[in-house]
């Protein structure tokens, strides 16, 4: 299984590209994550964001993998734990097919991505930049990946 970050944004900054690059590497190749840079919808005074934001969705779903688990992070989606999202990845593992999860543009993700959307997540309930949340995504997918190995990643708890 694969994990595709589909995610609208190009040309992150130096300390982005290496922290999501640290934890991405740290993954298995039986759970890779792989992210799709896209590219952000023209947004001026002549341009409504509403039609940035659903030329930034066609090209999301076109980056989709066919068959894939569809997963939209989206503030209104179902905030998991650690040890949720380690039971969510252990049943993307168990169920063969790839992931994609789909981060939005400053104006959110389309309407189109949200309705094909299989699952809903949301990271937190506070506000992120969206170069940041590439982050967080990849080290809570290796600190979810950690905790299905047994591996002592994740320490709450313990006294």
């Known amino acids: 299984m694969r994990v595709h970050l589909i995610a ?10 290496t922290a999501y690059g640290d934890y991405a590497k740290r993954l298995p190749p039986e759970c890779a994550l792989v992210l ?8 001026g005074k002549a341009e409504p964001p509403v039609r940035a934001r659903a030329a930034e969705g066609e090209r999301m779903l076109r980056a989709i993998p066919k ?9 209104r989606g179902e905030p998991w734990s650690t040890e949720q999202l380690s039971l969510q990845l252990t049943s993307w593992l168990a169920g063969g097919r790839d992931v994609a999860c789909l ?5 959110g993700l389309a309407e ?6 299989e699952q809903r ?12 949340v590439r982050v967080i995504l990849a080290e809570q997918l290796y600190r979810a990946w950690s905790l299905t ?3 002592p990643y994740h320490r709450a708890g313990e006294s």
């Open 67 to 75: 068959g894939a688990r569809v997963i939209a992070l989206d503030v």
């Open 36 to 43: 799709h840079e896209i590219e952000p919808g023209a947004r």
């Open 121 to 132: 997540w949301s990271l937190s309930r506070l506000t992120f930049p969206h170069p940041l």
């Open 8 to 17: 609208v944004g190009r040309r992150m900054p130096q300390w982005v590209q």
């Open 149 to 151: 190995r047994g591996h």
């Open 103 to 107: 981060v939005g543009g400053p104006d």
């Open 112 to 117: 189109t991505c949200l309705t094909r959307a």
